[in-house]
């Protein structure tokens, strides 16, 4: 498949997705994940691809968001007179200014120094939101209306499908962008610059200038991000700049795997549907969500889509179906006793007398069901331990061209 | 790639079948077809003790005064769904959408008054863009003046006093008593402690003029550590009463810093009671903090409230009923259900105007239509453990009603221009 | 106006020397280990929280010793099967794997003893007045957190400087390579130090509790400061900890106990703004309100004016 088809295919697939899925939440979700995706990868330009490591980039896409919400007043106001559809272009802009701006001073160093710097931004950023009411609205945000200026061939974004329509056209052409600027010289040097800052000034290039040129783009795509989410949301408040929202993007692009150009779009996707979906089954999904990334961060340092990538040797060398059995092998166990574990936390957390799961009926005051609970768990882990060695075999035959031993690509 | 053509289709098939099946036993079951409410509140983090509470109340309430004696409108009962909004503007609109995509056309909502108002403001939008799927906003708790005055809407209605509604019986109970002749005012540093500190300046200042204010500091809200270099200034300014907004946190470590520093004055507040902080105030701060609510505190007479408390604790020991005007919210929601004959969002609208419902307690409630905003008795409460018969967090402790101000004297101008929708 | 200023340094100290407890651990296990523990704040709030359980049964005194015991424990497991797990991996995945520690100790927190504010109180023994002063009462309590600061402070600065194993963590500070070759066990006094530092960071949280409160977002509420405290002071500084913990404790203390503000600066000035300036916001700002955020304010100045930090020898 050439890059090009797969361009395509994407298009295709955002095109075709809310005729699918056409609810109001589907279609909210899917909005939610487009503005995720620019977002975790316009963070990953900073992290991934130029070893940043930022406590505060929501302040890129908060600062951006509040001005594309002051535009949209402007607009409705009419002071200003422009199509909604380049809102997010506002929100872009001057996510750039702010990132130029604070970049000037905070690309000096990479590592800790500019860590400690984010994280200190993003703190007097934040606080000075809930100080500054007249710009920012105070703990009751800055709110728009998205329907007013000029049509936009008919549509006024009343709905929530136009609003995803033109959330997913400036996501293809931010990720297009921000997929072109990797293989451009810039993008290039930024990880030259990550890898080794030294000899990328030994060639001739300035380690902070390449530093400062993906921090401001990475601001420039942020802000864009924070334009949709004013658009969609037609508020912004204080949350969309703080420490929390830093995290999470943090989290996306992490979990998604930091090495790849689609690791982040994978982070953004999978915890958009954490955020929206589990949260509605257990009120302790954020406990869920804090394993699943330790986890992520213990196992598999190079993120889901590094999961996903181990397997390439494997298919290339067309000796998938070695895993099949293994892998089924080791998931009942995994998956029995993943089920147990959860419904243990679950159970302990249990207000009512009884505790229904999975069809399931426990009684959380009794000894019976923690016994059955605990001896199911204790079985499954105990059969992992044993399926797990053999998976390992399996991993490594199917890694390994026959009669040509030694050559391994990593271990789950 | 070639799948996805073919697919497209067959699974737009299968949704209409469904559609159509679903369409044909609609008209059979829409006698039984039940009424259902989203309660969105936060379930998770922080805050989500306050959620959880409220949700339990309103589940339980729904059961016990309805769905058990064959539900309203001849049958059809309440189906109650906790969503949560994480505490967050933008997750309460996620969450709006999910509900209404699931067919639910009556919302609750209340704890912070930035979401309440970001969900009131999506709402009539919503209502005015989707005319075929309109939703209603029982706000329950978040007492921003602003919610039922500048940015009142036809769809919202609310449940509780509102914070200038609360403040004229704070300041009335406070220019009652000669010994309080120097105030100090402390809160969060946002819109709703700067409305408190705004509120009680002007409105001491027409009561009782020789009452001089000593202080008037905001601090951060959640952010400070310790509330000492505060408490110092308070005590050097020789306030003989404190009036705060403050409320979670930033309250129990406010009062524990007055209690810690053997500063024995009347601390006024909002919401210094319930969910643990009942418990952690305890002792020290008996006799020594007032709090004004609506829905009448200890002791509790009236029969109804009492066996409603008894059947809601047997079933939940660990809880207590934090925000009886869920309760009212809800029997007015079913008499105006009743009323009108439907539950339709516009028609229940219409119907809760200018309807007057009996609490539990016996009280009257008064739904004005000029601005949706609900009236009823306002009361002054101490915390103690003394003269109580429900106490809170198990603790022994609770509130007892000191000071009861009537109905028709917490009634304030309104200031809503409403536009109503035309059906 | 004196006694604003006497309780306001004697408020300053006792923040102030509360930070040190925190800072004290957090700059020895990144100066050691390169590794700029997120979850340092959550063991301080397990502290309290292990604490409260445990004065349940036995009462406050036992707690103060076993909950920073068994803080230390949890923080030594985590070094040992978490974090030299991920230490291959590079840095940025330690401090990742700490932020999400953070965050799971935040839940996990939630998950036992519930989302809402815990009574957890001073003993009894120490619920008086140590003097009383214009009318204010300075509870021997605050006293007795300022004995355990300072003598916690004296113990390490002795241990660092006077024992054995003081001078080969010293050495591993500033030399963690040459200390290996040397064959002393790195790992081993990687692991012990992340416990010690846990440790000290529970006992804060155990004494700090009752003054406090004890609630789930006590971690987040002080984590960035102490973060702050040791860039401030400088990486391996335990001097430079101490100056930057006093520094920002007085500091915000004095800054709250002001009643200065920008309408004073602009009347010095003779400048006047109208009532409805648009950036009244700022016109109107008063010290008390910009406190909080003030060491965030002085990080960001230090460190791009000072990236090694007040009394650091090294940049990070």
């Known amino acids: 498949m050439g890059k090009l088809t797969i361009w395509i295919v994407f298009a295709a697939v955002l095109l075709v997705l809310p005729q699918i899925f056409d609810s109001v939440l589907s279609l909210s979700i899917f909005t939610q994940m487009t503005i995720a995706i620019i977002f975790a990868l316009s963070y990953n330009m900073l992290l991934g691809q130029g070893g940043m490591l930022s406590f505060g980039h929501a302040v890129y896409f908060g600062l951006g968001g509040f001005l594309a919400v002051h535009a949209m007043m402007m607009i409705e106001f009419e002071t200003l007179s422009f199509s909604i559809t380049l809102i997010p272009l506002v929100g872009g802009v001057f996510g750039l200014l702010a990132a130029l701006f604070i970049g000037s001073f905070s690309t000096h160093k990479a590592g800790t120094v500019f860590a400690m710097i984010s994280l200190g931004i993003g703190e007097l950023v934040a606080a000075s939101s809930l100080i500054l009411v007249s710009f920012f609205g105070g703990e009751a945000g800055v709110s728009g209306d998205r329907t007013f200026g000029p049509p936009f061939f008919g549509i006024d974004f009343a709905q929530d499908d136009h609003v995803y329509y033109l959330a997913a056209a400036w996501m293809f052409f931010a990720v297009l962008c921000m997929y072109l600027f990797t293989q451009t010289p810039a993008g290039r040097m930024a990880n030259a610059v990550r890898d080794n800052p030294e000899r990328a000034e030994f060639i001739g290039y300035s380690a902070r200038r390449v530093r400062f040129i993906s921090f401001a783009m990475a601001g420039f795509f942020a802000g864009i991000a924070g334009g949709i989410f004013a658009v969609n949301y037609e508020i912004l408040t204080e949350e969309n700049l703080n420490a929390a929202t830093s995290g999470r993007v943090l989290l996306m692009a992490y979990i998604g795997g930091l090495g790849f150009f689609i690791g982040p779009v994978v982070g953004a996707v999978v915890l958009t549907l954490i955020n929206s979906l589990l949260s509605n089954y257990t009120d302790l ?51 029995v006793f993943i089920l147990g574990m959860i419904a243990m936390i679950e159970m302990s957390h249990a207000e009512d007398a009884e505790f229904v799961y999975l069809g399931l009926a426990l009684a959380p005051a009794g000894y019976g069901s923690w016994a059955l609970l605990l001896s199911v768990t204790a079985v499954a882990f105990f059969i992992l331990r044993r399926t797990l060695p053999r998976l390992h075999e399996a991993w490594a035959e199917a890694n390994t061209l026959p009669r040509l031993q030694g050559h391994k690509d990593g271990r789950p | 790639m070639k799948l996805l053509p073919s697919a497209v289709p067959r699974l737009h098939l299968l949704a209409q079948i469904a559609t159509a099946f679903s369409l044909a036993f609609s008209g059979l079951a829409l006698a039984q077809e039940p009424i259902k409410i989203a309660f969105i509140d936060p379930q998770s983090g922080v805050f989500a003790a306050t959620g959880e509470s409220g949700f339990m109340v309103l589940d339980f309430a729904a059961d016990y005064f309805y769905n058990d004696k064959g539900g309203v409108l001849g049958g059809r009962k309440f189906e109650v769904t906790a969503l949560d909004n994480k505490s967050s503007a ?37 209502n005015r863009r989707n005319p075929d799927s309109q939703v209603l906003f029982i706000n329950y708790a978040a007492v921003d003046p602003i919610l039922t005055g500048a940015d009142c809407n036809f769809w919202h209605f609310r449940f509780d006093a509102h914070s200038d509604m609360k403040m004229e019986v704070m300041t009335s109970h406070i220019a009652k008593n000669p010994a309080i002749t120097k105030v100090y005012i402390i809160g969060q540093d946002y819109s709703f402690g700067k409305a408190v500190g705004d509120a009680a300046i002007s409105m001491l200042a027409a009561k009782r003029p020789d009452i001089e204010i000593v202080g008037n500091e905001l601090h951060p809200i959640g952010q400070v550590k310790d509330f000492t270099p505060y408490i110092t200034k308070i005590v050097s300014s020789g306030a003989n009463a404190v009036i705060t907004g403050n409320w979670g946190a930033d309250m129990v470590a406010l009062g524990r810093g007055i209690m810690d520093a053997g500063l024995e004055v009347p601390i006024y507040t909002f919401y210094a009671a319930y969910d643990g902080i009942t418990a952690t105030l305890g002792e020290a701060g008996k006799d020594q903090i007032y709090v004004v609510h609506n829905d009448f505190a200890n002791p509790v007479t009236a029969p109804l409230r009492l066996e409603f408390t008894a059947a809601y604790e047997a079933k939940n020991p660990h809880q207590d009923i934090t925000q009886p005007r869920i309760v009212n919210a809800l029997m007015m929601l079913a008499t105006a259900i009743e009323k009108a004959g439907s539950a339709e969002p516009y028609d229940i609208a219409i119907a809760m ?55 028709d004297e917490t009634i304030t101008q309104s200031s809503c221009r409403m536009t109503r929708p035309q059906q | 106006m004196i006694e604003v200023l006497i309780f306001a340094t004697l408020n300053g100290l006792v923040t102030g020397l509360l930070l040190f407890m925190l800072a004290s651990g957090l700059t020895l296990i990144f100066s050691m280990m390169g590794v700029l523990n997120f979850a340092h704040a959550s063991f301080y709030m397990l502290g309290a929280y292990f604490a409260y359980s445990i004065s349940l049964y036995t009462g406050f005194w036992p707690a103060l010793i076993i909950a920073p015991l068994l803080v230390g424990v949890v923080g030594a497991l985590v070094e040992r099967y978490g974090l030299r797990r991920v230490h291959k991996s590079g840095h940025v995945a330690e401090l990742v794997f700490t932020f999400g520690l953070a965050f799971l100790i935040e839940e996990a927190v939630q998950l036992f003893w519930g989302r809402s ?41 002795f241990v660092l400087t006077r024992t054995r194993i003081g001078i080969i963590i010293q050495a591993a500070i500033t030399h963690p390579n040459t200390v290996a070759n040397l064959g002393h066990n790195v790992p081993f006094i990687f692991m012990a130090v992340f416990g010690v530092g846990s440790g000290l960071a529970g006992l804060a949280g155990v004494i700090a509790g009752p003054v406090l409160t004890t609630f789930p977002g006590m971690a987040t509420v002080l984590g960035s400061i102490v973060f702050v405290i040791v860039v401030i002071g400088g990486l391996g500084s335990l001097a430079g900890a101490l100056v930057a913990s006093l520094l920002i404790g007085l500091l915000q203390s004095y800054a709250i106990a002001s009643d200065v503000g920008m309408q004073d600066l602009l009347d010095l000035l003779g400048v006047s703004f109208a009532a409805d300036h648009p950036l009244n916001d700022i016109w109107r700002l008063t010290l008390p309100q910009i406190a909080p955020i003030m060491p965030f304010l002085l990080l960001v100045l230090v460190l791009i004016f000072r990236p090694s930090g007040l009394l650091g020898k090294r940049e990070g």
């Open chain 2, 353 to 407: 105007e200018d309807m007057r419902i009996t609490t539990m307690t016996g009280e009257e409630l008064w739904m004005r239509r000029d601005d949706h905003q609900a009236f009823q008795n306002l009361n002054i409460s101490v915390h103690t453990n003394e003269g109580i018969n429900i106490d809170t967090d198990n603790s022994g402790f609770a509130l007892r009603t000191e000071f009861v101000v009537p109905r």
């Open chain 3, 117 to 157: 504010t815990i009574n957890y109180e001073s003993p009894t023994l120490l619920d008086f007045p140590l003097f009383t002063l214009f009318g204010q009462n300075f509870p021997v309590y605050k006293a007795f957190m300022i004995f355990i600061s300072v003598s916690i402070f004296i113990g390490l600065y």
């Open chain 2, 90 to 126: 933008a997750e309460s609109q996620l969450q709006l959408r999910r509900a209404i995509s699931e067919g639910t056309q009556i919302v609750f909502s209340g704890n912070g008054s930035a979401v309440a108002s970001a969900l009131s403001t999506a709402i009539e939008r919503h």
């Open chain 1, 285 to 335: 999904w954020m406990l869920y969500l804090g394993i699943l990334f330790l986890l992520t961060v213990m196992f598999l340092p190079r993120g889901l889509t590094g999961l996903l990538m181990m397997h390439r040797v494997a298919w290339q060398l067309g000796r998938m179906r070695l895993l099949l059995l293994p892998y089924t092998l080791t998931a009942i166990p995994g998956a």
